[in-house]
C-alpha cells in the first residue's frame, strides 16, 4: 500500500526507501543496501526509457518517485537525506510521527 500526501498526492517516502534509493546513489552515511530486488529495481529503473518508467512508477510509485527526484532534480539527493535523518531522528527520540489510521 502506497501512502500519498493530500496536499500533494505525491507518494510518502518511507524511511526504507529513502535509505535503499540514497545506497543506490552512493551514499553509504545514510543509504542502507536494499534486498536484491529492490536493487535491481532502481537499477531498471536506471536503465529505463520513458514509457518503461512509467509502467514502474504505476507498480512501485514510492521507489520510483524517490528515484526519480534524486535522479532528475538537483536538490533530491539532499530532499531524500532529509527525509532518512527526520525519520532516524524521530527514531532516536521514540517518536512515531508517521503512524497511519486506516479508515
Known amino acids: 500500500m502506497t501512502i500519498t500526501s493530500k496536499a500533494t498526492d505525491r507518494p510518502v517516502v518511507s524511511l526504507d526507501v529513502a535509505r535503499a534509493v540514497l545506497w543506490h546513489f552512493g551514499d553509504t552515511n545514510l543509504g542502507q543496501e536494499p534486498g536484491h530486488f529492490t536493487s535491481?529495481?532502481?537499477?531498471?529503473?536506471s536503465a529505463a526509457d520513458e514509457d518503461n518508467l512509467a509502467k514502474l512508477r504505476a507498480e512501485w510509485p514510492e521507489l520510483i518517485y524517490a528515484w526519480e527526484s534524486v535522479a532528475r532534480k538537483p536538490w533530491g539527493l539532499?530532499?531524500?537525506?532529509?527525509?532518512?535523518?527526520?525519520?532516524?531522528?524521530?527514531?532516536?527520540?521514540?517518536?512515531?510521527?508517521?503512524m497511519v489510521e486506516e479508515s
Request: glycine share 8%; net charge negative; charged share 35%.
Open 78 to 98: 539532499d530532499w531524500l537525506r532529509g527525509i532518512a535523518k527526520d525519520y532516524l531522528d524521530a527514531r532516536e527520540l521514540g517518536l512515531d510521527f508517521f
Open 40 to 45: 535491481r529495481l532502481l537499477m531498471l529503473a
